[in-house]
């Protein structure tokens, strides 16, 4: 324990004195004529442990608020739960099909806000958008305005590749660069080893509609081998809608299939947000880690408040037992 005005420990030196004086009032009450004091049930002394109680607690009060004097702080330790989330955004054009209101993207951004605001402070998020290939839009951080400020200034371009958002994604957990060649991917797993994060998750926010670039169930494994799991959030319908686009009619509908194997395939799992509004599951499911973290604290207001409660439990004893402070 430190104390931040350690010269008000010199009230201390006040603590023996009064224990000087109530001693020798103690002494000096030992006559005939002042030792008998009367209880109300008709005189009978009191007990001597009734007599000294409310000076003990008055004088532990007394002791307590002269230590808060010296405004003291110590290290206390609480569990603090800590991990890292990046949620990944399919961007593609797809997302701006309407066959949920507003629009798919809309509404992926609207799960993904409401996640966030349910995070505590000591979880970083991170935002990757991915369409043809897969861009970090804010690295994982505790700033929970810079990371709402990220996903909504989200908007749509190009086509989708899954694998490169999960692959942003795990750049993002692994904070460096992360070499890959697209073309020998399935060799290069194999012997690639990017480290281990248990304490981090990735959410893919997508249509499921893939149209070519890294194989995501082979990204899926990479994210498997460093303890990642890949929580995917379908985002459309499986009857679908058209998108118009540069004066073309795009067909486009929720896949699903992929999404479950990807999951699957990390030890995530697969939610459609239209039966999932507020990904209370994922929220459940993604592993956290709580390590306990020392923090120094000033404990003043604990000293007073109990030093206050004392002296309350001390006077109505006093009163009770004796009819007098």
Known sequence: MTFLTPQALWGLLLIPALVLCYGLVQWRAKSPSSFALTAADGGRAAASWRRRL???LFLVALTAMLFSLARPEANITLPVRTGQVVLAFDTS???LAGDVAPSRLAVAKARA????SRQPGSVQIGVVAFTNGGLIVQAPTKDQAAIRAAIERLTTDGGTSIGEGIFASLTAIADRPIELDPNGIATDIAALDIGSFSNAAIIV???GE????ADPIEIARLASSAGVPVYTVGIGTLRGTVVPLDGFSIATALDESMLIEIADTTGGEYYLAEDNPDLQGIF?????????QGERIEITALLAMMAMALIVVATGLSVRWFGRV
Request: aromatic share 12%; no cysteine.
């Open 54 to 56: 409310p000076p003990v």
């Open 93 to 95: 054009n797809s997302m």
């Open 113 to 116: 806000l409401q996640f966030v």
């Open 205 to 207: 926010f997508t249509d």
């Open 210 to 213: 893939e149209i070519g670039g």
């Open 284 to 292: 459940d499911a993604i592993d956290r880690t709580f390590e306990r």
